[in-house]
């Protein structure tokens, strides 16, 4: 069996994290996002180089991973959102396309890590857009963010040693940093202090 067609149970769904439908989870938004040092982004570059090789595949394996384990998510694709067999998703060409969306997405804050004005940017875009013309949940960046870290692992094991997950996680809290903060700037609301 392939590492898609038995995923691991799934996490609990969004509202059981705390963020209800049009909250951000500001509570653990700390006031900015922790920089990543020279060596840190080296490490990001050199890693992100061997994925972007793949990165049709990879975004494709992420994001049936994602779907599989996290179905609700489909509600956001009306495009693909009928598919629940991971060859089916595979096969799908828009979800292909999103796959490679998603890739060039980080693949565009991976090249300029050195530039953080321009991270900064293209995340912004990428929350504004998903906030207020998509209508995602925020919660769902993050869940991708996990899912995305997983497969990465898995696939590029002799890259993805336990120092570079470190790096990537700090990465990936640091896009969504930027995304919420986007999410924040177009209104959403942000989650209370008696949120569950």
Not at 40 to 64: A, F
């Amino acid at each position: 069996m392939s590492r898609r067609e038995s995923p691991p149970p799934p996490s609990p769904p969004p509202q059981l994290l705390g963020v209800q439908r049009g909250e951000v989870e500001c509570e653990d938004r700390p006031e900015r996002a922790e920089p990543l040092s020279d060596t840190e982004r080296e490490i990001i570059q050199d890693t992100w180089g061997h994925v972007y090789k793949n990165c049709e595949d990879v975004g494709v394996s992420v994001l049936i991973r994602f779907f599989v384990n996290f179905p609700s998510a489909k509600q956001y694709f009306s495009q693909f959102q009928h598919l629940e067999d991971p060859e089916e998703m595979e096969r799908s060409s828009q979800l292909r396309q999103h796959a490679c969306r998603v890739m060039n997405a980080i693949n565009s804050v991976v090249e300029n890590l050195h530039d953080p004005e321009k991270v900064s940017s293209v995340l912004a875009l990428v929350g504004k857009a998903h906030a207020i013309k998509h209508k995602v949940e925020p919660v769902y960046f993050k869940i991708l963010s996990g899912v995305m870290l997983e497969v990465l692992s898995e696939d590029f094991p002799e890259f993805f040693t336990a120092e570079v997950q470190m790096v990537w996680t700090k990465l990936m809290g640091a896009v969504y940093w930027h995304v919420t903060g986007a999410y924040t700037e177009v209104g959403w609301l942000q989650v209370s202090s008696s949120a569950v």
